[in-house]
Every structure is written in C-alpha cells, then in structure tokens.
C-alpha cells in the first residue's frame, strides 16, 4: 500500500507543477511569454505586461485568458523601458479574455503593433487607452465586448470585421473611439448592437487634432 501511495504522489506532482505554472503571471522579458505560450492554452488568473520589456513577445498557444489581459502598474517599476525599437505583442491562437484587456498608459515604451486576430470575445472592458506610439491594431474577430473604449492618437490601422454584442462590464455600455489616426471605426457600428435591455453611450471622434 505505501509503494503504491508513492509512486502516485510521484505520477501526480508534475501534474500539480503545470497547473501551478498556468495562474496569473508577469511577462518580463520573450523568455517569460515562451514560458507561458509553451506550456499553458488556458491561463487561470491574470496576465500582466510588465512597463520593463524592451522586446517583442508572442503568445501563441495560448488560448482562453480567464482573468485580465493588462499593463502593470508604472509606480512598481524602477526602470520603464523606452525602447527606440518596435515592439509587438502577438497572438493568433488567443480567443477568450473573460475578465478585461487593460493596456493603458504604462505600457512598454516602443509597443506600436498589437495583433489578436482570432480574439473572439472581452467578457470585461477593452480598453486601449493613452498609448503614445501604438500604429497597428488587429482584433480582425472581435465581436462582444463588455464595453469598448479606444484612445490611440498615433493608430493609423485597424483590423476588424465587426462588433455584435455589448454585454456590459463595469457599470458601463459604452462605445468609446477617441484620439485616433484612424479614417473609419465602421466596423464597430456596422451591424445593430446587442446590447441587452439597456442603452448604450456611443461616441467617436477619431481624428487626431
């Protein structure tokens, strides 16, 4: 009874491990995402962009984000990074954030290019707010939002198809593109918007002064 009581503590510790490695986590560096994307298609808790990479991250592989997808907070980092290159953050497998996608202003300096092409759905907010040097968005798929707020003076492009559904995260409804260098946010009114039994506050203005 005692070896076999063993040799099944032995089977499931690596299981354990794996679960363990799949919560809420700080990305850092590519070695940090490789990590991630490798090893987890669902991550359990929170996925935070730290202000100190300095480099492009892929997130391929991972698939459902059951917390935020966020940027971390600037005043807990003693060196942003203000990278002169471009940085990109890409995911072609991800589909699910079901808490919100957060990324405002202490994002990493050089982030320009944001690609999540078969991102389906945001149970929480989207906010894309007070980015200085973001250019290119793709969420070509995104169709329902808790809510959708957009505020990207240098974004020239945006990949989107359509927006249906505005579910409600905090309190809010709201359809929300400002500050942009976008020609045309059609996408997100070019269908009726499911918003459920109540109204939502829809504004845009999507040129830079």
């Known amino acids: 009874m005692r070896r076999s009581t063993v040799a099944l503590a032995l089977c499931l510790a690596p299981s354990a491990f794996a679960t363990q490695q799949c919560g809420s986590v700080t990305i850092r560096s590519a ?26 991250i892929s997130l391929d592989g991972v698939q459902i984000i059951t917390g935020n997808l966020t940027s971390g907070d600037c005043n807990l980092v003693a060196n942003r990074s203000s990278s002169a290159s471009a940085i990109s953050i890409l995911s072609s497998t991800l589909t699910t954030i079901h808490g919100d996608l957060n990324l405002g202003s202490c994002v990493p300096g050089g982030l320009t290019n944001i690609s999540f092409p078969n991102l389906k759905a945001v149970d929480g907010g989207f906010d894309i707010v007070n980015f200085g040097q973001l250019t290119y968005l793709d969420i070509t798929n995104l169709d329902s939002v808790g809510y959708f707020y957009l505020w990207a003076p240098p974004l020239q492009t945006m990949l989107h198809n359509e927006l249906r559904n505005v579910t ?19 996408s997100l009114f070019r269908n009726p918007l499911d918003i459920g039994d109540s109204l939502a506050s829809v504004e845009v203005n999507y040129f830079t002064n």
């Open 31 to 56: 070695a940090d995402a490789e990590a991630l994307r490798k090893g987890c298609s669902t991550v359990d808790g929170t996925v935070t962009l730290s202000a100190e990479l300095n480099e492009s």
């Open 168 to 186: 409600g995260a905090h309190g809010t409804k709201r359809v929300f593109v400002t500050q942009t260098s976008l020609t045309s946010v059609d």
